[in-house]
């Protein structure tokens, strides 16, 4: 098979993605490490923290300097950062933003090198208020998925995908808490290898659509030494290990349970935060990712599984909703035609959702 890197098909576009992702993680894990973490609610009760603002305008400057006419979709905006009331966290996240730079001198370069103000700081976090849908090219961020798990010190990614006419052509997940080597067991919290090391920390996993899936240690240089991922072969369901979030209001843990004991499952769950459950699949250090609807009226967004679902497609896995549907992001922010997430190696996944129709179809 081709692989992600010996293609110039949106080369250059992965190339800056993986650039940018590492930028952001350097922030977050200085965030996670040295500072308060500048938590705020935002409306819809869910926090927010210095870290998703930095992470953000450090992702939304790079697409800007090398791809100024492509969209964004990005979950935070400025306003809570702007006026007097903003004053102290604007002035927290602009010292982050303005500090955070890649080692290697080229790489920055590449990715346009220093926000200019704080002011343009805050523009460049509110680009990120595209409306999305399935025309033209468009990218989701999310500055930081998990962050429930970043303020407790578990599991969170950096995540960025591009979408062309509403198909995810290219999807990188930033995991600075994740163990580098993907031989390592799936962990719930900090691997044992996840602490800097020259300068690198946990892993980035990448995927371009139709070349595969690799991982790379996140590096404080922006260094890209990849490796092929793929999902573990996976003969009999029974014997999978399956993980979910950390969270019971974002995935319903007793559906997941009772699935999994219909399965034959034996092992328990590993529940980890963000899409760090993605990439662990994917690099075959779990097999099944559950995400089971807790409320009817709650709606995925599009930056919460893009550049996930590529990566499992690219690594041999299959994604669909909890019917066996494809997730659709040609519909805008929201994934508003899905529920849940089941994601699997290809040859169990018709089993899985056999299973998942029967436990849920039973509470009706
Ligand atoms: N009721 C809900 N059901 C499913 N996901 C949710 C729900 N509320 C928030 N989320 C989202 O779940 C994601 C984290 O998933 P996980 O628990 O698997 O780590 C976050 O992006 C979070 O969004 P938000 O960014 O608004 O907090
Ligand atoms: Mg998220
Ligand atoms: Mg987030
Ligand atoms: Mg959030």
New binding site residues.
């Given amino acids: 098979m081709a692989s992600v890197r010996d293609n110039q098909y949106l080369d250059h576009e992965l190339h800056v993605a993986l650039l940018a992702v590492q930028r952001a993680a350097i922030l977050t894990k200085s965030v996670f490490h040295n500072h308060a973490k500048g938590t705020l609610n ?1 409306s ?1 009760a ?3 923290t210095i870290g998703d603002f930095g992470a953000q305008a450090l992702i939304i400057s790079a697409l800007q300097h090398n791809f100024p006419d492509d969209e964004i979709v990005a ?1 935070e905006e400025a306003k809570d950062l702007r006026g007097e009331k903003g004053q102290e966290v604007r002035e927290t996240v602009w010292n982050l933003v303005s500090q955070t730079r890649l080692e290697n001198k080229e790489y920055e370069e590449t990715l346009g090198g220093s926000v200019k103000s704080a002011d343009a700081m805050l523009d460049l976090i509110d680009k990120g208020d595209s409306q999305g849908g399935g025309k033209g090219r468009i990218w989701a961020i ?1 500055p ?6 970043f303020l407790r010190g578990g ?2 990614a950096v995540c960025l995908a591009l979408m062309i006419d509403g198909d995810v052509k290219v999807g990188v997940l930033g995991c600075p808490n994740l163990p580098i080597s993907d031989s390592e067991p799936l962990t719930e919290g900090i691997g044992k290898d996840a602490s800097d090391e020259e300068g690198k920390f946990g892993v980035v996993f990448a995927a371009k659509e139709g070349y595969g899936a690799v991982s790379c240690p996140l590096s404080k240089r922006g260094d890209l030494k990849m490796d092929e991922i793929n999902m573990k072969p996976l003969e009999n369901v029974a014997d999978a290990t399956f993980c ?4 019971a ?3 319903s843990q007793g559906d997941a349970a009772a699935i999994a004991k219909k399965l034959g499952i034996t092992k328990p769950s590993v529940r ?6 993605y990439g662990s699949i994917a690099r075959g250090a779990g097999d099944l990712y559950l ?1 089971l ?3 009817a009226d ?1 709606v ?2 599009i ?2 599984h893009a550049a996930g679902e590529l990566i499992v497609r690219e690594a041999g896995g299959m994604v669909t909703d909890s019917e066996g549907n494809r997730l659709n992001f040609k519909l805008g922010r929201t994934l508003k035609e899905n529920k849940g997430v089941i994601a699997a190696p290809k040859n169990v996944h018709g089993k899985v959702i056999e299973v998942v129709k029967e436990v849920l179809g039973a509470k009706q």
Avoid at 244 to 247: A, G, I, L, M
């Fill in positions: 935002k819809d869910s926090p927010v979950e999310d930081i998925d998990g962050t429930k798990g599991q969170y979910e979030s950390v969270e209001g974002h995935s980890m935060d963000s899409q760090a459950k995400r609807p807790v409320r709650y995925e967004k930056w919460d």
